[in-house]
């Protein structure tokens, strides 16, 4: 005998979960990281809903986001430091990027630099 529920807790259940804060269904930036010195530029963004998700990673000299690849990163928010490079060489470009606030230095392919952090997520909806 199949059992159904009553019309008014489908009703509830349809306005408890249409009352739910939208940031339940978003996702977006949760930190970028921006360097360039002369005429390079290096990017790194860290996207997903609460914890890193995906990475995405531009460079001049590569001209295109790079091919996926699985990274190593050590993310705290709570004391704005993180620590991201690439797992494994793979022929791609090497880099380590390490922040503490809102600075941080990007080490890519032998060059030393400078860059910038925005640690506040944006969100969008999915």
Avoid at 52 to 65: C, P, R, T
Avoid at 68 to 94: C, D, M, S
């Amino acid at each position: 005998m199949e059992r159904r529920l009553p019309s008014t807790s489908k009703f509830l259940l349809l306005a408890f979960l249409c009352c739910l804060p939208s940031s339940i269904n978003a996702s977006g930036s949760l930190f970028y990281f921006e360097a360039s010195q002369g005429a390079f530029h290096f990017s790194l963004e860290m996207t997903g809903r609460q914890d890193v998700g995906a990475i995405q990673v531009s460079s001049s000299d590569f001209k295109v986001y790079m091919p996926h690849r699985t990274y190593y990163v050590e993310f705290n928010r709570a004391q704005t430091r993180a620590y991201i490079r690439p797992r494994k060489r793979e022929g791609l470009p090497w880099f380590e990027v390490d922040v503490v606030g809102k600075k941080g230095v990007l080490l890519y392919e032998g060059r030393r630099m400078q860059g910038t952090a925005n640690w506040t997520p944006e969100e969008w909806d999915n």
